[in-house]
C-alpha cells in the first residue's frame, strides 16, 4: 500500500500547477479517534473472551465492552515551497471523559467488573503535495511515518483465582510502548485572510502489533495503532518571502 500512495504523490508533484511558495505555518486541530485508537482491539479480544465464558456458564451475567471514539488534540508545523509540503506533527488522544467498562458475573463467583484506560502519543513527520482548487480552497495529500507512545491500564474487581481473563490475572494490568508506524493523510484547507485559515483532516495510521510486557512482568498484549482519525482546526501562516 505504501508504494502506491509513493507513485500517487509523485504523479500529483509532476501534475500540478506551481503556487506562491516558501510559507511556514502552524495549526491546532480537535477531532476523534475511532474506536478509541489502540483500545479497540482490546475490547474486542475481552467481548469475544467474555463470550466464550457465557458459553461456559450459561447462568453467567455478561455485560460487554463498548469502543467509543475518543478525542484528540493535533498541533501542526507546516512547511510549503512549491507542490511540497512537509509537515511535522505533536498529538494527544485518550480516553478523557470516560473509559470503556464491562462485567462478568459467573454463577458462582463474584462479579467482575473490568474497565479500561487508554491514552496515545503521536509523533507524525509527513510529506506530501498541495492541490490549488480555487483562490480560497485548497486540498492537500501526505503520507509518511510516525512514532506512538501508546499506554493502557486494564483493572478488575475481582479477577477470580484461577484468573477469568488469562492475559490479565491482576487486579491492575499496565501497559506501554513506543509504536512505529505509517499514516496517509487527506485534507481540505479554506483561506480565511492572509494568515489564517480553517483545515479539515483524515488521517489513517497503520502498524504492525508488538506484544507488550506488563510493567509487572505478569501478563502481555499486542499494542498496535490501526485506526483513523478525522479533525477539524485553524492554522495560521506566516509568509517568509523566500
Not at 511558495?21 to 502552524?26: E, K, L
Amino acid at each position: 500500500m505504501i508504494r502506491y500512495i509513493t507513485a500517487i504523490i509523485i504523479f500529483l508533484l509532476l501534475g500540478v500547477p506551481v503556487f506562491p511558495a516558501g510559507s511556514f505555518s502552524t495549526g491546532i486541530l480537535l477531532g476523534v479517534d475511532a474506536k478509541g485508537g489502540s483500545a479497540g482491539k482490546v475490547v474486542d479480544n475481552l467481548n469475544y473472551e467474555m463470550r466464550i465464558i457465557k458459553a461456559g456458564d450459561p447462568a453467567a451475567e455478561v455485560e460487554e465492552m463498548s469502543s467509543y471514539y475518543a478525542p484528540s488534540l493535533t498541533l501542526n508545523f507546516r512547511y510549503l515551497y512549491d507542490r511540497l509540503m512537509l509537515q511535522l506533527g505533536w498529538e494527544y488522544s485518550a480516553t478523557l471523559f470516560y473509559n470503556e467498562t464491562g462485567s462478568v458475573k459467573p454463577a458462582a463467583a463474584p462479579e467482575n467488573k473490568i474497565e479500561i484506560e487508554y491514552s496515545r502519543f503521536t509523533f507524525p513527520l509527513s510529506a506530501g503535495v498541495v492541490i490549488p482548487a480555487g483562490k480560497r480552497t485548497r486540498f492537500y495529500m501526505a503520507g509518511g511515518f510516525n512514532v506512538s507512545f501508546i499506554m493502557l491500564e486494564i483493572t478488575q474487581s475481582n479477577p477470580g483465582s484461577p484468573a477469568m481473563f488469562s492475559n490479565i490475572p491482576d487486579k491492575t494490568n499496565s501497559y506501554s510502548a513506543y509504536i512505529p508506524g505509517f499514516h496517509f493523510k487527506l485534507g481540505t484547507e479554506v483561506i480565511l485572510d492572509r494568515n489564517y485559515s480553517v483545515l479539515f483532516e483524515y488521517t489513517r495510521y497503520m502498524s504492525k502489533s508488538l506484544s507488550v510486557e506488563s510493567e509487572n512482568k505478569n501478563s502481555e498484549i499486542k499494542l498496535g495503532l490501526d485506526t483513523f482519525e478525522i479533525a477539524f482546526g485553524i492554522n495560521y501562516t506566516v509568509d517568509t518571502g523566500l
